[in-house]
């Protein structure tokens, strides 16, 4: 039942910290008219990006990475949409591509098709309606296709986990060095900056083991307000940017520090707390809902392997 109250917790705080996006979706057309009716028609549902060209798309994406959908004209100047959308199939598999073609051109579309490199193409002048059904149809496959990905990197990133943790566990090495194992596992899976994993007893942190990707880790978590929440409340606690928290943004070490979200994870056994994990990012936190769901529940082995250990 606390599993279930503390996963509820993090999911909750997650929502509140990280509004919800649209998926994203890219549209190509050297025709200005019909870009801006593709972006008018998509633009409620979707985080549009449009482009006159398939170089100017080939940037966009570039920078911007991953879009869900891409609806490109075929007969462009200078690039065919069905040679942009094959440049794009390398680096970004996933993606949808759509085709809308005004004219018969079936030896290129059979073949973008075949090769996987168009998902369905849509002549000119197009039907709104109909247009609107495909790419909902696109979106919803790309985006459960996504949600399977994930699960999958998911899982094996918990064996890992649960891996690093129970080579500790067999060393049976309570000190710095073990716990330091620990934290670095988690560090490095979650790409945090700094990893800490220390002992708790009563309301007193104890032994340490950190992580830090560049440099040497400062433990302050001693004189930490958010840590201090996670323990007494006995509760995950996440601030996904600190330079907005009008509370966290004035205290010394994170100034100091640098970092700008903290993530941290009362490690509980039989409701009390015998260790806490903390994650510090550089940068504001990007972690969706399902990697901090991850990150709680190895903590929790962790928990297991700090009893069996008699490190609580």
Not at 3 to 30: A, E, F, G, W, Y
Not at 50 to 73: C, H, M, R, T
Not at 113 to 139: C, H, M
Request: charged share 25%; net charge negative; aromatic share 6%.
């Amino acid at each position: 039942m606390d599993d279930i109250i503390q996963l509820d917790s993090i999911k909750h705080q997650l929502r509140n910290t990280m509004r919800s996006k649209k998926p994203k979706m890219l549209v190509v057309d050297d025709e200005p008219d019909n870009l801006d009716l593709l972006y008018r028609t998509f633009r409620r549902d979707f985080q549009v990006s449009k482009a006159e060209s398939g170089f100017e798309a080939l940037e966009i994406l570039e920078k911007e990475g991953e879009v869900a959908v891409i609806i490109s004209d075929q007969r462009m100047p200078e690039m065919k949409g069905t040679e942009f959308l094959s440049k794009t199939l390398p680096q970004f598999p996933n993606t949808f591509r759509i085709i809308l073609t005004g004219f018969t051109d079936i030896e290129d579309l059979v073949e973008a098709i075949n090769s996987g490199q168009v998902y369905k193409y849509i002549t000119k002048p197009w039907d709104p309606q109909e247009l609107k059904e495909v790419v909902g149809r696109a979106a919803d496959t790309y985006e459960l296709l996504k949600q399977r990905t994930e699960e999958l990197a998911r899982s094996q990133a918990q064996m890992e986990l649960l891996k690093a943790v129970l080579r500790v566990a067999q060393d049976d090495d309570c000190g710095e060095t073990g716990l330091a194992a620990i934290a670095q596992a988690f560090g490095e899976e979650f790409a945090a900056d700094t990893c800490i994993l220390q002992l708790v007893s009563g309301d007193t942190l104890g032994t340490a083991g950190s992580y830090r990707r560049t440099g040497t880790a400062q433990n302050w978590l001693n004189d930490d307000p958010l840590v201090q929440e996670a323990i007494s409340q006995k509760t995950v606690r996440v601030v996904a940017n600190i330079p907005n928290d009008a509370n966290l943004s004035a205290v010394a070490h994170y100034q100091s520090s640098g970092i700008q979200a903290h993530l941290a994870i009362p490690i509980l056994w039989r409701d009390r707390a015998i260790g806490l994990l903390s994650l510090q990012w550089m940068q504001p936190c990007q972690l969706q809902e399902s990697k901090l769901e991850l990150v709680y529940l190895a903590a929790q082995q962790v928990g297991l392997a700090l009893v069996s250990m008699n490190c609580g």
